[in-house]
């Protein structure tokens, strides 16, 4: 079945160890996003790439940074975590990125910092 | 500013039918979205309403009024399965996502 993959699906690192999360996704979609969502808070969102072009939101935080090697990858990468970065951290897709266009979320990385 | 205002936590019996409300101001629209997530799980797709009126899929409806700025989610026939959280996110001029915190759904047999 075509999906998304969220690798590892737990996660622990120590405060200020760079820590890299992944995304891989058989759909064939355009559109990868990356948000953070906190227990019982709405999902907030940190970036998304249409195709190869990246778009940051403008309150995202410079520790985060994302790559998108190609169409199936996305990667999200944290350079210092510290405690407040504790998280569960969705990836999605879509198909073309219209605004109709449901999102297609994998299940998620719940990220521990210690 | 853009608000979405749902209840936190709704309790229902299973074989019972609820209604999760939600009331959003956001600057222009294009439509809204109703997702469910499980405790620890991904958010699903439920509906997308752009038009006002009821849009029924099986057990699930949602209900859209543009003028008021307000949309429901009908649950019917409850089963404990339905027991997760109920996202309402429409989506803004800028073709944005904008997300509730959603509401905790307890289902009690």
């Known amino acids: 079945d075509a999906m998304v993959i969220q690798n590892p699906r737990y996660q622990v690192t120590q405060f200020g160890k760079p820590v890299t999360l992944s995304c891989s996704q058989t759909l064939n979609h355009n559109v990868m996003y990356w948000y953070q969502q906190k227990s019982s808070q709405a999902p907030k969102l940190l970036f998304h790439?249409?195709?190869?072009?990246?778009?940051n939101e403008a309150d995202t935080p410079d520790n985060f940074q994302s790559r998108r090697p190609n169409t199936s990858f996305c990667f999200l990468d944290i350079r210092s975590p510290g405690l407040g970065d504790a998280a569960m951290y969705l990836c999605?897709?879509?198909?073309?990125?219209?605004?109709?266009?449901?999102?297609?979320f994998g299940n998620g990385t719940r990220l521990t910092v210690t | 500013g853009q608000n979405i205002d749902q209840p936190t936590e709704m309790t229902a019996t299973e074989g019972a039918i609820v209604q999760i409300n939600c009331t959003y101001q956001t600057s222009g629209f294009n439509g809204l979205f109703w997702y469910q997530q499980h405790a620890g799980e991904a958010p699903t797709f439920l509906s997308y309403?752009?038009l006002d009126g009821l849009e029924e899929k099986g057990r699930f409806s949602s209900f859209l009024s543009r003028s008021k700025g307000y949309s429901y989610l009908l649950l019917k026939e409850l089963q404990m399965k339905d027991s997760a959280s109920y996202l309402c996110a429409p989506v803004d001029s800028n073709y944005q996502l904008i997300w509730g915190a959603g509401t905790k759904l307890i289902i009690k047999p």
């Open positions: 309403n752009v």
């Open positions: 999605a897709t879509s198909g073309d990125g219209t605004y109709n266009s449901p999102l297609h």
């Open positions: 790439y249409y195709d190869k072009d990246f778009n």
